[in-house]
């Protein structure tokens, strides 16, 4: 017997080596590819026994937004709310810039290079600050993230200004799956490893969505929460949100009022002039615009899932809000080429101006193509899409949920535009839309009741008119003033707020200005 096997295995060795020399070969093949520094990890299919053993995963190409039902609205963060707001710029080594040569990331890359040496080139000093601006020390002094208004985007709504709203909606999963491959090059850079996974993004199978449970969180609790976390990097902020509780029921419960809460009250900060030089305030016009980008191409993803739902509306609020601080930050753009020309040697030596002088070469190719040239550009473009946006809103919202808001916006939109453009049809259209809401039904809340309030009865003083021609010029003054003064007392709880938590110690500020 024992003879016979070896025989066998004697007659059979030129096949048992073929045999072995094949199956080695292959395996070193496969263990040398999947070993590769590709950033997208490419895989071969092989045995079993040549991976390190984790538990399987489900492929990833599609948003997953809110995790497992099991948690509760209550739960606190779990990070350091006194995480400051700003890191610091790394040199890029170790990261391999040529294989981003000649491809969509290749611009990106020069910038990066470009701004790691950033602060050691231009000085950061502070001049001409004004004593008596009321603002308070430690906001005039905080860190800056002069090479993210360089290298991210601090007017991420150019480049599909000219695009319908529906466009935006079809292409914002696309828009975010391109957002996050860019932060993951630039944390590649800064960290000067290449070690971060690739960007996925989880489909999910026809009709394997479970039921969604209500989120259940008060306003005391949503409040502490909010504060706990408003320090925090504002990215972190909307990542730990979305992950925690945008899985919950959209419809009902307390998440449509806490994505609002988390946008106005967290995300949404105040800009505040203190120096006679209004580079600062440009740079801090530019610095809280530069996370719009991050809660647009986010919550446009979510709102592509959620159209039609009560945080589906919320959502759109907040998007046309951005549309509008969008269209501010694009005015600042156009006083900063002003600035600019008129800069002193001095100036252009420090941190503030030459982050200025980028950012105005960054975007001048980008305006040109979208025809937007100055001021009158900026308001037809971003009136046309904040109407757009109002507009879905309205025909979108489920059971007239703040339907009533949304015929006060789109109507206080069409009413600035006319007195921009002096288009009294505009403004014939405002009044005509305002006039709908009488009728509408209440269903959620009405943010905007007492300036409604206070319009309708100015009309009604002039016999329910609906042609702005009816109205004496003293009255459209008045219209102009409610509109603008509507949400002085938020911004005023806003900014106590902001003062206590964010710069304490502060005196009474003399303006400020929403962004």
């Known amino acids: 017997m024992r003879k016979g096997i070896l025989n066998f295995l004697f007659e059979s060795r030129f096949y048992i080596a073929l045999y072995i020399s094949v199956v080695s070969h292959i395996t070193l093949i496969i263990y040398s590819f999947n070993q590769s520094d590709s950033p997208y990890q490419k895989t071969l299919c092989g045995p079993a026994w040549i991976y390190v053993q984790e538990e399987e995963k489900e492929l990833s190409f599609q948003m997953n937004f809110g995790k497992t039902m099991g948690e509760t609205g209550n739960a606190e963060t779990s990070g350091d709310p006194s995480e400051g707001e700003e890191g610091e710029e790394g040199d890029g080594q170790g990261f391999s810039k040529g294989k981003y040569k000649g491809g969509q990331w290749e611009e990106l890359v020069k910038d990066l290079e470009g701004t790691s040496g950033l602060r050691k080139q231009f000085k950061n000093d502070y001049d001409q600050i004004n004593e008596n601006s009321g603002v308070a020390d430690s906001y005039i002094k905080r860190n800056r993230d002069y090479e993210d208004i360089i290298v991210k985007d601090v007017l991420p709504t150019v480049k599909g200004i000219r695009d319908p709203f529906r466009v935006d909606i079809e292409n914002a999963e696309d828009n975010l799956f391109i957002h996050k491959e860019r932060n993951r090059i630039i944390e590649e850079f800064r960290k000067g490893d290449e070690s971060s996974p690739p960007i996925t993004m989880r489909i999910s199978k ?234 509408l039904p209440a269903n959620g809340d009405f943010l905007n009741e007492k300036a409604n309030e206070a319009i309708q009865l100015l009309l009604r003083d002039f016999g329910n008119v609906s042609n702005v021609d009816s109205l004496p010029l003293q009255a459209r003054d008045q219209i102009d003033f409610i509109l603008r003064t509507r949400l002085s007392e938020t911004m005023m709880k806003k900014k106590e707020r902001e003062d206590r938590l964010l710069w304490p110690n502060a005196k009474p500020t003399q303006r400020n200005l929403g962004n």
Not at 271 to 286: E, R, T, V
Not at 352 to 358: A, G, I
Not at 408 to 432: C, H, N, P, Y
Request: glycine content about 6%; proline content about 3%.
């Open 206 to 439: 026809e009709g394997e969505a479970e039921p969604k449970s209500p989120l259940s969180m008060p306003k005391e609790d949503r409040t502490r929460y909010l504060d706990k976390t408003l320090k925090q990097k504002k990215e972190k902020q909307l990542d730990e949100f979305i992950s925690r509780y945008m899985g919950y029921d959209p419809d009902k419960g307390d998440l449509s009022q806490f994505v609002r809460d988390l946008y106005y009250e967290n995300l949404q900060r105040l800009a505040y002039p203190f120096s006679g030089d209004p580079s600062y305030f440009a740079i801090d016009y530019f610095q809280e615009n530069l996370n719009k980008e991050d809660f647009l191409r986010q919550m446009m993803a979510a709102l592509s899932q959620n159209l039609g739902t009560n945080t589906g509306t919320e959502i759109l609020f907040t998007i046309e809000n951005i549309y509008e601080i969008q269209g501010r930050a694009l005015e600042q753009y156009f006083q900063t080429k002003e600035y600019l020309k008129l800069a002193t040697p001095e100036q252009r030596q420090t941190l503030r101006y030459e982050t200025l002088r980028r950012v105005e070469a960054k975007y001048k190719k980008l305006l040109q193509e979208k025809k937007i040239a100055a001021g009158k550009d900026v308001e037809e473009a971003y009136s046309k899409k904040r109407i757009e946006i109002l507009e879905t809103l309205i025909s979108k919202t489920p059971k007239g949920y703040r339907i009533k808001d949304g015929y006060f916006e789109k109507g206080r939109v069409l009413w600035e535009s006319g007195s921009f453009k002096k288009d009294t049809k505009l403004q014939s259209e405002a009044i005509k839309t305002w006039n709908k809401i009488v009728s």
